[in-house]
C-alpha cells in the first residue's frame, strides 16, 4: 500500500495568515493526489485535484503543489470558515489511502 | 447534477453482515473508465478506503479488509453495493460511496452502529 504521511496533525494561525499543510506520498503517485475539506458532520469536499488544478467553485486561495513524493496545500488569507479538517489521498494505486487529517483552528 | 446516497441499517449487531447501497445519479458506472469507491470514517478519525468497484466491473479492495468485504453493482448501473461480514465495534463509522473518477463526487454518508 501506499502510506500518506500527512502533517501537521493540528495547526492554528491568525486570521489573513497563510497556513501549509503538507503530505509525503511513500513511493511516486504521479501527481495523482486530491485534497479535501471536512466540515464537522459533512462528507468532504474536493479542493484540489491532480496535486495542483483547483477544483470549480473553490476560491482561489487554496493551491496546490508538489516537489518530488511531497505534495502541499497552501491556504492564504486564511479566513474563519476555513476552520475546518483537510485531508489528502492518493488515487495513483489501490487500495486509495488517506493522509491522517489536519485540524485548522483560529487562534 | 451528480449526486450519491447511501443506505443501510443503522444499527446492527456484531457477528452480522453489514450490507450497504449506493443510490446514485448524474452519471453511469458502464462509462468507461468510471470508478465508484466506498470509503469510511469512524467518529473522530480519519478516512478508510475499503473498497472500488469500476465500469468494467473489476472490483478493488482494501488488503486488510479483503476477506470480509464483497463490492458488486446492478445491472442498471446506478447503484454499487458493499457487504461486510463478521462485523465487530471496530466498523461502527460513517460509511460514504464516492466517484473516484474526475470530478469527485461524496455522497452525504450513512452512519452505522454495530452494537449488542
Known amino acids: ?107 | 447534477q451528480v449526486t450519491l446516497k447511501e443506505s443501510g441499517p443503522g444499527m446492527l449487531q456484531p457477528s452480522k453482515t453489514l450490507s450497504l447501497t449506493c443510490s446514485f445519479s448524474g452519471f453511469s458506472l458502464s462509462t468507461s473508465g468510471m470508478v465508484v469507491s466506498w470509503i469510511r470514517q469512524p467518529s473522530g478519525k480519519s478516512l478508510e478506503w475499503l473498497a472500488a468497484i469500476d465500469w468494467d466491473g473489476d472490483k478493488y479492495y482494501n488488503p486488510s479488509l479483503k476477506s470480509r468485504l464483497t463490492v458488486s453493482k446492478d445491472t442498471s448501473n446506478t447503484q454499487v453495493f458493499l457487504k461486510i461480514t463478521s462485523v465487530d465495534i471496530a466498523d461502527t463509522a460513517t460509511y460514504y460511496c464516492a466517484r473516484s473518477t474526475h470530478p469527485y463526487y461524496w455522497g452525504q454518508g450513512v452512519m452505522v452502529t454495530v452494537s449488542s
Open chain 1, 1 to 107: 500500500d501506499i502510506q500518506m504521511t500527512q502533517s501537521p496533525a493540528s495547526l492554528s494561525a491568525s486570521l489573513g495568515e497563510t497556513v501549509t499543510i503538507e503530505c509525503l506520498a511513500s513511493e511516486d503517485i504521479y501527481s495523482n493526489l486530491a485534497w479535501y475539506q471536512q466540515k464537522p458532520g459533512k462528507s468532504p469536499q474536493l479542493l484540489i485535484y491532480d496535486a495542483s488544478s483547483l477544483q470549480d467553485g473553490v476560491p482561489s486561495r487554496f493551491s496546490g503543489s508538489e516537489s518530488g513524493t511531497q505534495y502541499s496545500l497552501e491556504i492564504n488569507s486564511l479566513q474563519s470558515e476555513d476552520a475546518v479538517t483537510y485531508f489528502c489521498q492518493q488515487h495513483h494505486d489501490y487500495p486509495f489511502t488517506f493522509g491522517s487529517g489536519t485540524k485548522l483552528e483560529i487562534k
